[in-house]
């Protein structure tokens, strides 16, 4: 099976812009989780979509928001960007009954 | 509130060497305990889960409730070890957020 995959692998925003990161799970998994990563506080749970409804949601101001389609393919959606923003985003799919989750290799955005 | 600790963040040994990487949690109900592994220009992937209580790649790892602790260990570190590892817990029940860890860099001498 193909894994996670995830679009684009870089990006550079400046303050202000917003961004839509895309992540396609393995096929035949249901839930995508997005976390966060940054040398500061290392990976933090954004989000994790299941059957297109959220289902469970972290810590992250409303300036991150996601959703998932049919296909179960997501996407997340981060709006005025700080520079704090600036941090590997990576997505991890799953079957959804708190089965194992395999990861994507990330989207690595800049917010000048 | 769900926690993970691992108090080193960098930790040396030589191959052949026996390994332990420390992991303590907090939560208050039965939680899922995981060890991920990222090794260098590759993605986070699962290296073992308490659950199934298998050996991988001469890795294994006890859960302590008591000492609320899920330390790896591997009494003979090759060099192909050297890599990123997280320790990494879900709530259970429906919450399958993954929290993590800060991570512990791993480095096998020869």
């Known amino acids: 099976k193909a894994g996670v995959t995830q679009t684009p692998r870089y990006l550079i925003k400046t303050r202000g812009q917003q961004v839509t990161l895309s992540c396609s799970p393995i096929?035949?998994?249901?839930?995508v989780s997005w976390y966060q990563q940054t040398p500061g506080q290392g990976l933090q749970f954004l989000f994790e979509?299941?059957?297109?409804?959220?289902?469970n949601k972290g810590n992250f101001p409303g300036r991150f928001s996601g959703r998932q389609f049919s296909n179960s393919r997501s996407e997340m959606n981060v709006s005025t960007l700080e520079l704090g923003d600036s941090a590997l985003y990576l997505c991890?799919?799953?079957?959804?009954?708190?089965?194992?989750?395999?990861f994507g290799p990330g989207t690595r955005l800049l917010v000048l | 509130a769900q926690r993970v600790t691992q108090p080193e963040k960098l930790l040396s040994v030589f191959k052949g060497a026996p390994v332990e990487l420390k992991c303590n949690y907090s939560?208050?109900?039965?939680?899922?305990l995981f060890w991920y592994v990222q090794y260098s220009r590759q993605r986070l992937q699962l290296l073992l889960r308490?659950?199934s209580r298998e050996s991988i790649k001469g890795f294994t790892a006890d859960l302590n409730k008591g000492e609320t602790s899920f330390h790896l260990k591997k009494p003979f570190a090759q060099e192909e070890d050297s890599a990123m590892y997280y320790c990494?817990?879900?709530?259970?029940?429906?919450?399958?957020?993954?929290?993590f860890g800060k991570g512990t860099l791993l480095t096998v001498n020869p």
């Open positions: 990494a817990l879900t709530g259970g029940g429906s919450n399958y957020k993954l929290t």
């Open positions: 939560y208050s109900g039965s939680p899922e």
């Open positions: 991890a799919s799953s079957s959804g009954g708190g089965e194992t989750q395999y």
């Open positions: 308490h659950i």
């Open positions: 096929s035949g998994h249901r839930s």
């Open positions: 979509y299941f059957s297109e409804t959220q289902r």
